[in-house]
């Protein structure tokens, strides 16, 4: 393994990793709030011992997250220090903004998870609130960082050097808003599927029991909701792409040829050597149209671009494949659940389906797996380049040798904490109250 | 003042407050792992209970630091990450493992043998970290980080495995060790555990002073410019005093178990020290090749910043002085 190479794993696997964690944080205290709120307004004690619950959970995830954030954030000079000193000036911006988003996100945790006793009810969830805003203008502040790298404003190039810096328009950039909505429905969607999952298999082997009927209605709600409209982002996302990133597209679609009224293509196997796509199945016209919206638009194909200029084409268009039948299969599942909510939302009858509880328990690590793929698709369909058209990816490695030694190092330190994390919330999950346990749970936390 | 320096000045205070607070925060660390005698078990929980609701917060101020500085002089955090890979890089391992063992700690089984495990990976952590956020500091101050046109010819071990980085580290560890045992007689409120943490603290000031000694020995051949700087500048001696002062303060008030007066006694002992070193190393960002002017953003990223530190500190400043009004006081 060269350093790049090296370099780039590391990198991944940081981010594949920390992702999980930031977008439990990012949706997570939504959930907890919406619980606090409900106990709030019916006094009904399951939904106070149900947003402590999930706090305990959140505690430990957050905690795992902000670590790793941190190892990311020097991370960028660690692996890509021309990278930073290019890009600082001109996109540190968003990530300062984050610093106080996320500094936010600490204190108020820490009110929330330690002061169930000590501040009054109505400021415990205003500080689940701040939680929660700030939780989700992180993620934004920092998604608005990589979409410059996409679609990279804000400067002129002069002999290869960045002039006439305006930060704000690097902000603005045109794949800023579209990717921020997508990556803030795919946190709220994900975390609400895997949350309803794990009560749904409680409530397999537990049925009619009130906690975890009440958590899954919230987690699913939320989840759901976010599914429904995720479709709708991804679409806004797709066409900003074709213009923006035009041999990105090509390599999501498996488009080799330049094509007029272009198929869309489900599944298939991207051949590189005889340039076509083999075994998809194709939808005629509907890659025109979903790119342009018109029937007849000429979609440009990867062989008109140059052979330097093209990501890795297969693991693009697989991962590619792979998101959209997550994100499909979600919204599918989301419908049928809100149907059966439409039909029977007394006593929470519309959970008393054997099929529908199976089905969330199965469909529980898809909205996790669509963001996995989906970052793959967005940074290696960036390829070669780490700044879009103007900076290649071998060009911002540091020159430190021996990068492997850190690569493997992190690996098995995050395969170590995944385990122990997964361990101590299976733990917490185990235990399925029956009746409420009124201010006994955080006794020993707030202690 | 120009601009880039005005930043510079919140960098520097950011990193202050990050000493302060969380590295207070480490300095608990240490204390869990010298937890001893018959009051071993109630000391460790006074620490837990100090640290738990505030460390992810305090821990942010780091973060600043590093975002300041990639904004503000991208070219000194390519250069400072570049030649410091291999300490920062176990700085940073020494940060997952700190803060996830403590809260693995708080959340798993409350069994003996349990607890003492994630107990041993959260204290030595808190140990190493310092070590290596001090090292760094060190290495940056020391002038052997060298670049010529934009490359590095210093290479990747020689500007920090050097005996004045390291003794920076160790001061760092001391420094850390001191202000938690001296916060920590005031979380105590009363009682014998107070008391252990007055000798404690004791003994921590008079090894800060000892290791105060031998850096500002060692900066002599390690350091000589920023040593220079300590010695001979005009602000040198007045700040000298009032380090002596609050040095001298911090002790007649442990001793006299004023505990909240030894409190800001300690906190301005160790900004002043900070202060010292960042007034010395000015105008480098890096010794001697990185220099603050030319270091710096264009005018308009500088403004922008500093606009939004400004926003984010009118934000903060309450929300911070909220949470620690919740947990520190009783």
């Not at chain 1, 429905?185 to 082997?205: C, K, N, Q």
């Not at chain 1, 009619?208 to 976010?226: C, P, Y």
């Not at chain 1, 990816?393 to 430190?400: I, Q, R, S």
């Not at chain 2, 300690?266 to 603050?292: K, M, N, R, S």
Request: proline share 6%.
């Amino acid at each position: 393994m060269d350093d790049l190479l090296a370099a780039r794993s590391q990198m991944a696997m940081s981010l594949a990793f920390h992702i999980v964690f930031a977008a439990i944080g990012i949706a997570m205290p939504l959930l907890m709030i919406i619980a606090e709120w409900k106990w709030l307004r019916s006094k009904d004690e399951i939904y106070l011992t149900l947003a402590q619950r999930w706090a305990k959970g959140t505690a430990i995830l957050f905690a795992v997250g902000a670590v790793s954030g941190t190892v990311l954030s020097f991370e960028l000079g660690l692996l890509w220090p021309h990278f930073m000193g290019y890009a600082g000036a001109i996109i540190g911006m968003p990530f300062s903004l984050e610093g106080f988003a996320f500094f936010t996100e600490a204190i108020f945790l820490g009110i929330y998870l330690y002061g169930w006793k000590r501040v009054p009810p109505r400021a415990h969830l205003f500080a689940g609130v701040m939680v929660a805003i700030s939780g989700a203008l992180s993620g934004i502040f920092v998604v608005i960082a990589n979409a410059w790298m996409n679609a990279p404003t804000g400067f002129r190039l002069v002999e290869g050097k960045p002039v006439d810096i305006d930060p704000i328009a690097a902000m603005m950039n045109p794949a800023a808003l579209p990717q921020t909505i997508h990556m803030t429905l795919a946190a709220y969607a994900a975390t609400g599927f895997v949350v309803a999952g794990i009560h749904a298999f409680m409530l397999r082997r537990d049925p009619e029991n009130r906690f975890h009927q009440a958590a899954l209605a919230i987690a699913l709600t939320v989840g759901g909701v976010s599914a429904i409209l995720q479709p709708l982002s991804g679409d806004f996302l797709a066409k900003r792409v074709a213009v923006t990133q035009p041999v990105k597209l090509a390599a999501f679609e498996g488009q080799f040829q330049t094509q007029q009224s272009a198929p869309l293509r489900i599944g298939g196997v991207p051949d590189e050597n005889a340039r076509v796509t083999r075994y998809a199945i194709e939808v005629p016209y509907a890659l025109s149209i979903l790119a342009y919206g018109d029937p007849n638009a000429t979609v440009k194909g990867l062989n008109d671009f140059p052979a330097d200029q093209h990501p890795p084409i297969a693991i693009v268009h697989i991962a590619f494949q792979i998101m959209v039948a997550c994100g499909v299969a979600m919204m599918l599942v989301a419908l049928w659940a809100a149907w059966r909510y439409l039909r029977g939302r007394r006593d929470y009858r519309w959970l008393n389906s054997k099929w529908l509880l199976r089905t969330l328990i199965a469909a529980a690590p898809l909205g996790f797996i669509a963001i996995e793929t989906g970052w793959v698709v967005t940074e290696v369909g960036r390829q070669p380049w780490i700044i879009y058209g103007v900076m290649r990816t071998h060009e911002a490695v540091t020159p430190m040798p021996g990068l492997i030694v850190p690569f493997l190092t992190f690996t098995v330190l995050y395969i170590f904490l995944a385990l122990v994390t997964v361990w101590l919330l299976l733990r917490q999950v185990a235990a399925s109250p029956k009746d409420p346990e009124p201010q006994t749970q955080e006794s020993r936390v707030a202690a | 003042m120009p601009l880039e320096t005005i930043i510079a000045g919140v960098m520097v205070a950011a990193l202050v407050l990050y000493a302060l607070l969380g590295g207070a925060d480490y300095g608990g660390g240490v204390w869990d792992l010298f937890a001893f005698g018959p009051r071993a078990r109630d000391q460790r929980a006074l620490i837990a209970h100090a640290i738990g609701p505030v460390w992810e917060a305090n821990h942010v101020w780091l973060i600043l630091v590093v975002v300041i500085l990639f904004t503000a002089f991208p070219p000194a955090f390519a250069v400072i990450a570049t030649s410091l890979h291999i300490p920062i890089t176990l700085l940073l391992i020494g940060i997952v493992l700190r803060g996830t063992a403590f809260t693995f700690r708080t959340y798993d089984v409350q069994r003996d043998e349990v607890q003492r495990r994630w107990s041993l990976v959260f204290s030595i952590a808190s140990i190493i970290t310092p070590i290596l956020l001090g090292t760094t500091l060190g290495a940056i101050a020391s002038g052997d980080i060298r670049v010529e046109n934009g490359l590095l010819t210093s290479g990747f071990l020689k500007p920090w495995l050097a005996p004045f980085p390291l003794a920076v580290g160790f001061f760092a560890l001391a420094l850390f060790a001191f202000l938690a045992a001296v916060y920590l007689t005031v979380e105590a409120q009363a009682g014998q555990l107070q008391e252990d943490f007055r000798l404690r603290a004791l003994a921590a000031g008079v090894v800060v002073g000892l290791l105060a000694l031998i850096v500002f020995v060692l900066a002599g051949s390690g350091a000589p410019t920023v040593r220079a700087g300590i010695s001979r500048s005009s602000w040198a001696l007045g700040l000298h005093i009032l380090t002596a002062i609050s040095a001298i303060s911090t002790f007649v008030t442990l001793l006299r178990k004023r505990y909240r007066a030894a409190r800001v006694f300690a906190a301005a002992q160790v900004t002043l020290i900070l202060l010292g070193w960042a007034f010395a190393q000015f105008p480098y960002l890096v010794e001697p090749d990185i220099h603050i002017t030319f270091a710096a953003a264009p005018k308009i990223t500088l403004q922008l910043l500093l606009a939004a530190l400004v926003a984010g500190a009118l934000l903060l400043f309450p929300s911070y002085y909220y949470l620690f009004r919740i947990f520190k006081t009783e």
